[in-house]
């Protein structure tokens, strides 16, 4: 496992992908099978936002923001495929988080993301942030629960949470719930209160849990960051001072919290140690009580805009059913020539997300 601290080049997305390659190839290189970027890494988190005014700095806030859309990675296009292609070659397992463009409605919302891409160049499942935190939502729209969700890889059962959504109590159960044996919490938060809940977290869920911290300098800001000199004037600061950590299913910490330092954390994290610390508390297994409270997850995507026209590629019909015993309608497919018919708000499952193929 490496878990990556260093800097990305800020809303820069082609540096900073040639960047994650680079750090992919040498953390790979140390016999890493999976590795894990800090949160928004590509092309990097909007640090501006807790510096800018919302009124009075209005001009320079849309000014840095336009940059970043331009920066920011379409998982419907091409942007992402030199990770996939360098996952594949060094047949790793890479956690990434990002700013996405969604490039399926309006073009112009962005959305705080982490993907995971597996060693074969396919991204296995992309999560969008539920609830961007304070100023972040000027930059970011609402996830969804389409990608809460755990996926198995050669590294293990993998899921992750960011940042502050590691905070909703109810995000981490649907982990849990679904056997998370490596739980990754991208982050821009740091200091000792966040590394002793992802002590909490591993206790709790009992399961490895990687909190993957940014370290950023000031001279760390590229030069045509506009007006760095005023947002980031002293090149020594520590922006963020990263405090990325590894944590046991015992809630032992095995390396970090990496201060104050760019770098890269290692250890080897077994899945299998996961499994087997449920003996005493499996919050979701013999520790509940499905008799007492009940959890209902919503993972259906839902489309902001429904069209019917005559260049839609023919599917099959949406037909409205009732079971006669007073419950609420059904909408049901049935074959037939004609577009999908959807009403507005239905919902409607993810785009299809990219893979790298031969």
């Known amino acids: ?183 990754l919490a991208p982050t821009w938060d740091m200091g000792s209160a966040w590394v002793s809940s992802m002590v909490h977290i591993a206790r709790e869920g009992r399961c490895w849990v990687i909190g993957n911290g940014t370290s950023l300098q000031g001279q760390d800001i590229p030069d045509d960051f506009p007006h760095r000199d005023v947002l980031f004037p002293d090149p020594d600061e520590w922006v963020n001072e990263g405090d990325s950590v590894i944590v046991s299913p015992n809630g032992v910490i095995i390396a970090g919290p990496l201060n104050k330092e760019h770098g890269i954390l290692y250890a080897e994290c077994d899945p299998e140690r996961a499994t087997t610390a449920h003996r005493t508390l499996d919050v979701t297994g013999h520790y509940s009580r499905p008799d007492i409270f009940r959890l209902e997850v919503l993972r259906e995507s839902r489309a902001p805009v429904s069209f019917k026209d005559g260049d839609q590629i023919p599917a099959r019909q949406a037909v409205r059913t009732d079971d006669g015993a007073g419950a609420a309608p059904r909408w049901d497919q049935e074959a037939g020539d004609g577009p999908i018919e959807r009403r507005p708000g239905e919902r409607t499952p993810p785009a299809e997300l990219p893979t790298l193929t031969s």
């Open 1 to 183: 496992m490496a878990v990556v601290q260093r800097p990305p080049v800020l809303l820069n997305r082609q540096a900073t992908i040639e960047r994650v390659i680079g750090l992919i190839d040498e953390a790979a290189s140390e016999g890493a099978s999976l590795i894990s970027f800090p949160e928004a890494y590509v092309p990097g988190y909007p640090e501006w936002i807790w510096r800018l005014r919302p009124g009075a700095d209005y001009e320079l806030t849309s000014e840095i923001h336009a940059k970043l859309v331009g920066n920011a990675v379409d998982l419907s296009g091409n942007d992402l495929t030199p990770i996939l292609a360098a996952a594949r070659r060094e047949r790793v397992t890479v956690v990434l988080g990002m700013h996405e463009r969604d490039g399926s409605f309006s073009r112009g919302t962005l959305y705080n993301t982490v993907v995971i891409v597996g060693p074969q160049g396919e991204v296995l499942n992309r999560h969008r942030k539920l609830m961007p935190t304070n100023p972040e939502r000027m930059v970011w729209g609402l996830g969804d629960a389409a990608g809460l969700k755990v996926v198995a890889t050669t590294s293990g059962r993998l899921g992750a949470l960011i940042c502050w959504e590691n905070y909703m109590p109810l995000a981490r159960y649907c982990l849990y719930a679904e056997g998370v044996q490596i739980y």
